[in-house]
């Protein structure tokens, strides 16, 4: 139980087209949605929260109008990316929140996907 | 702000072999810790975690202990396995304000030779 997907795994787009990555949980909904940034050799950094039905919270130093999130169902969140450049290249993972028991919860993370601004 | 500090890799191991992977942090209050795998083509994985002091998380053959004198979570295991290659993150969950953030550590990528 508890499988978060991502789409597409890799991809490659050239500078100044947008790109959507979609995070799916497969056996559970949630509410809650997490998108991670990791650099090469550096730790995961979280750009943004989505919930379900309202607007993501982002992190300090993340744009907003860059990096668009939606969450309009409860499996479903995607991240565009705006016009996007070279510097954007990165690896973009997702999480997803799902209760384990009684309160608590984990939070389930996707495959990742590699994107390559050319 | 708070801060997960792990020790770099890479790590090579033979099999059978003791591991350790140091994990320190920095954070206001009494965080949640946790250790994270990601296997080569997958997402992270849950390994273990500790919600209080003195905790030990264990799963797998891996331990990791909570020492607040320290604030560190090392994780260990006895004896390593070729399937235990993948990267290990370092990673804590501040109480602060209900917050639900992790933040994790650069990560250390341990490879396991038969």
């Known amino acids: 139980g508890a499988v978060v997907s991502q789409h597409p795994s890799r991809v490659i787009c050239k500078s100044g087209t947008s790109v959507k990555i979609e995070c799916r949980s497969l056996?559970?909904?949630?509410?809650?949605m997490f998108w991670y940034r990791q650099f090469p050799k550096q730790s995961l950094m979280l750009m943004a929260t989505?919930?379900?039905?309202?607007?993501?919270?982002?992190e300090q130093g993340v744009e907003k109008d860059k990096f668009l999130i939606n969450h309009a169902s409860l499996t479903l969140s995607t991240l565009t990316v705006t016009s996007a450049h070279p510097e954007d290249s990165s690896f973009y993972i997702c999480?997803?929140?799902?209760?384990?028991?009684?309160?608590?919860?984990?939070?389930?993370f996707g495959p990742g996907t590699r994107l390559t601004v050319t | 702000g708070d801060s997960v500090t792990q020790m770099e890799g890479p790590v090579t191991l033979s099999e059978e072999a003791f591991l350790t992977i140091n994990c320190t942090y920095t954070?206001?209050?009494?965080?949640?810790l946790f250790w994270y795998v990601q296997y080569p083509g997958e997402g992270l994985q849950l390994l273990l975690k500790a919600t209080k002091a003195d905790d030990k998380g264990s799963n797998k053959g891996f331990e990791a202990t909570y020492r607040k004198e320290t604030t560190s979570f090392h994780l260990e295991k006895g004896s390593v396995q070729v399937s235990d290659s993948a990267v290990y993150f370092c990673a804590l969950r501040s109480p602060q304000g209900g917050s639900e953030k992790l933040v994790f550590g650069k990560g250390t990528k341990l490879t396991v030779n038969p």
């Open positions: 056996d559970f909904q949630a509410t809650t």
């Open positions: 999480s997803a929140r799902a209760p384990t028991s009684g309160r608590a919860y984990e939070q389930y």
């Open positions: 954070a206001t209050g009494y965080p949640s």
């Open positions: 989505s919930n379900e039905g309202s607007k993501a919270t982002y």
